[in-house]
C-alpha cells in the first residue's frame, strides 16, 4: 500500500509539472518576431519580389510568415508589368502576391498606380490630355476595382516632386497638368472608398520637399478629394538624415490628418557619390574600390553603428506610434536588397535586419529590445 501511495504522489507531481511546463509554454501567436513586438503600435512589413511571391524557398517564406505581418509588392504593380499594353493588364502575379498575404494573414499595400518610372512604353508616349485623362481613369479603376476588398491601402502616386518640392516633369504632368495628382486620388477613391490612399515619396524629411508635398496635398485636400496618407521612404544612411528632421516631418504630416507610413526603409552603410540625389532610380555611377569597403564583409564597428541608427530610428517611431500606421522594411534581407546595385553595380551593402544568410542582425536586437514602455 505503502508502495502504491508513493506511486500515486510521484505520478501526481509529475502531471503537475508537466501541465505547469505546458501552461508556460510560447503559444504560436506570442513568437518573438518584430510583428509581435510591436503588434500594438505599428504593422511591420517588408517588400518582397517575385520569388517570394511564388514561395520558391520555404526557409524564405517562413521567415516572412514569422516577422511580418504587412507586405508591399517591390516592382510587379508598376505599370510596365501590370499594363503593359493598352488594352492588356497582366495580373498573374498580383493575383498571387494578393493571395500570399490573404494565406499568411497580412495587410496587403498595393504599389504603385501612378508613377513616373517603370512606366508602360505607352503610357510614356501619350502626348494628348483627353487621352492621358481616360488612360489614367481606366488604369486606376480597372486595376483598384480588381483588388477591391484585398488591397488595403494604395501608393496612388508615387514621386511626383522635386528636391524643391516643385512638381517633377512627367508624362502625366506634362499632357494633363497638375490636376493628375488630384484625379489620381480622385478615382482612387471612386473605386475602393475603404482603403487607405497614399502619396509616396523619398527625401520627405527635407524642408523644401517637405513643403511642397505639404502645398500639393493641401490643394487635393481642397477639393475634397479623399487622401489618407503619406508615404515616407526611409532609404536613409548612418547619419542623415537626423532623428530631429524625421521627428519634424512626422509632425508636420500628421496635422494635415494624415497617416504617416514609414515605407521602403533601408539604412545604407556605403559610401554614396556626391552628385547622388535621394533615391530616384535613374541615377547611375561608376564604381571603385574605396566605394566598395566592405565586400569581405561587414566589420563589428559598422554593425554596432548601424544597430544604434536603427535603435534611434524605432524609439522614434514608438514616440509617434499614435500617428504612424506602418514601417516597411525594403526587402527581407541584405542580399535582396536593392541597395547592392544602385546606385553604383556590384557593390555590397548591408542595409536591412536579416544578414545574406536570412539571420537576424544586430540591427534586429536592436529594434527588439525596444517595447513601447521605454
Known amino acids: 500500500m505503502k508502495t502504491l501511495k508513493t506511486f500515486l504522489v510521484i505520478t501526481t507531481i509529475l502531471i503537475l509539472m508537466f501541465s505547469c511546463k505546458q501552461t508556460n509554454m510560447v503559444k504560436p501567436s506570442t513568437f518573438i518576431s518584430l510583428k509581435n513586438n510591436f503588434q500594438d503600435d505599428f504593422y511591420i512589413g517588408a517588400a518582397i519580389n517575385e520569388n517570394q511571391i511564388l514561395e520558391k ?177 526611409g532609404h536613409w544612411n548612418l547619419k542623415t538624415p537626423s532623428i530631429k528632421d524625421i521627428e519634424e516631418s512626422i509632425i508636420a504630416y500628421s496635422k494635415l490628418g494624415l497617416k504617416v507610413a514609414i515605407t521602403e526603409l533601408d539604412i545604407t552603410v556605403l559610401p554614396n557619390p556626391k552628385d547622388l540625389v535621394g533615391a530616384e532610380v535613374s541615377q547611375g555611377f561608376e564604381g571603385s574600390e574605396k566605394m566598395n569597403p566592405y565586400a569581405k564583409g561587414l566589420p563589428d564597428s559598422i554593425q554596432t553603428k548601424l544597430a544604434q541608427r536603427y535603435r534611434d530610428i524605432f524609439k522614434l517611431f514608438l514616440k509617434h506610434k499614435d500617428k504612424i500606421s506602418r514601417v516597411t522594411f525594403w526587402g527581407v534581407s541584405d542580399g535582396q536588397s536593392w541597395l547592392n546595385g544602385w546606385p553604383i553595380k556590384g557593390r555590397t551593402n548591408y542595409p536591412l535586419v536579416f544578414d545574406r544568410e536570412l539571420k537576424p542582425k544586430q540591427a534586429y536586437d536592436s529594434i527588439m529590445a525596444l517595447t513601447s514602455k521605454n
Open 57 to 233: 524557398d520555404s526557409v524564405v517564406t517562413a521567415l516572412i510568415s514569422k516577422e511580418f505581418n504587412s507586405i508591399t509588392a517591390e516592382n510587379i504593380m508598376k505599370s510596365m508589368y501590370i499594363h503593359p499594353a493598352k488594352d492588356s493588364f497582366a495580373f498573374n502575379l498580383t493575383d498571387k502576391y494578393v493571395a500570399f498575404g490573404e494565406k499568411h494573414g497580412m495587410y496587403i499595400h498595393g504599389h504603385t498606380l501612378i508613377w513616373h518610372s517603370q512606366l508602360a512604353a505607352w503610357f510614356a508616349d501619350i502626348k494628348d490630355s483627353t487621352e492621358m485623362v481616360l488612360a489614367m481613369e481606366k488604369h486606376i479603376k480597372t486595376i483598384v476595382d480588381k483588388y477591391k476588398g484585398k488591397i488595403d491601402s494604395w501608393d496612388v502616386v508615387n514621386e511626383a516632386l522635386n528636391e524643391d518640392g516643385t512638381l517633377r516633369k512627367s508624362a502625366f504632368l506634362e499632357s494633363v497638368g497638375e490636376d493628375y495628382l488630384a484625379f489620381a486620388f480622385k478615382w482612387a477613391s471612386d473605386t475602393d472608398s475603404k482603403a487607405d490612399l497614399y502619396y509616396n515619396d523619398y527625401n520627405m524629411t527635407n524642408l523644401n520637399k517637405r513643403n511642397g508635398a505639404i502645398k500639393m496635398i493641401e490643394k487635393i485636400q481642397d477639393k475634397g478629394i479623399k487622401i489618407d496618407g503619406v508615404g515616407m521612404q
